[in-house]
């Protein structure tokens, strides 16, 4: 099956910092990718959804200054949460769809867990 | 999207069929149904998907009853790698193509 690739997997951080998380899709082209965030016990909350050239579009509570995204290309797009906080500490999900249609089918990243000391 | 009603944990033994109920009585007739699952601490895995007919992919069987309003997934030969807590998700045929995740059941298989 087509292949989604986190960077990097697990990243601590201090307090205020910028953290960068990038998602790539290794075998096929992807216009569109979506990122999630997921707390322990809890189920996937879909954030924003990233089109390729142009802006993000965010779900409802989702804070686009806090979380940067950006999707240069087809194959790569980057979610940048910035001045990080404890409450950011969660598991980032990315997902890519390969193919078109309704049927096409979406991938996930295997996720990266950020930790905000 | 419709939205889906799952129980929310299921046993199974080891290497007996893991039978995993959905109800999605609000479904329409241009949505889809999905399956992921996501074994801990991982990124969600596709398992399979349907509109009408049952399906059967090397994975699991996709069984949608006829009103549509429900429908099962088979893990035909549960092993222990199928513990994981397993989705069952809705989709328009408009839609942009993002899936937006429930509660899910959490499948214990033991042996």
């Known amino acids: 099956g087509a292949v989604v690739s986190q960077h990097p997997s697990r990243v601590i951080c201090k307090s205020g910092t910028s953290v960068k998380i990038e998602c790539r899709s290794l075998d096929f082209q992807a216009t569109t990718m979506f990122w999630y965030r997921q707390f322990p016990k809890q189920s996937l909350m879909l954030m924003a959804t990233?089109?390729?050239?142009?802006?993000?579009?965010?779900e409802q509570g989702v804070e686009k200054d806090k979380f940067l995204i950006n999707h240069a290309s087809l194959t790569l797009s980057t979610l940048t949460v910035t001045s990080a906080h404890p409450e950011d500490s969660s598991f980032y999900i990315c997902?890519?769809?390969?193919?078109?249609?309704?049927?096409?089918?979406?991938?996930f990243g295997e996720g990266s867990r950020l930790t905000v000391l | 999207d419709a939205k889906t009603t799952q129980p929310p944990s299921m046993d199974c033994a080891e290497g007996r069929a893991a039978n995993l109920p959905c109800n999605h009585s609000?479904?329409?007739?241009?949505?889809?149904v999905y399956w992921y699952r996501q074994i801990h601490s991982q990124g969600p895995q596709y398992i399979i998907h349907?509109?009408?007919n049952n399906e059967t992919n090397e994975m699991a069987s996709l069984i949608i009853t006829e009103d549509r309003k429900s429908s099962t997934l088979i893990l035909p030969h549960a092993t222990l790698r199928d513990t994981a807590v397993y989705y069952c998700?809705?989709?328009?045929?408009?839609?942009?193509?993002?899936?937006?995740f429930g509660q899910g059941t959490t499948l214990q298989v033991k042996p």
């Open positions: 609000t479904i329409s007739g241009n949505e889809y």
């Open positions: 990233s089109n390729e050239g142009s802006k993000a579009t965010y």
């Open positions: 998700i809705v989709r328009v045929s408009s839609n942009t193509g993002k899936l937006i």
């Open positions: 349907g509109l009408k």
């Open positions: 997902s890519a769809r390969s193919g078109t249609g309704v049927t096409g089918e979406l991938f």
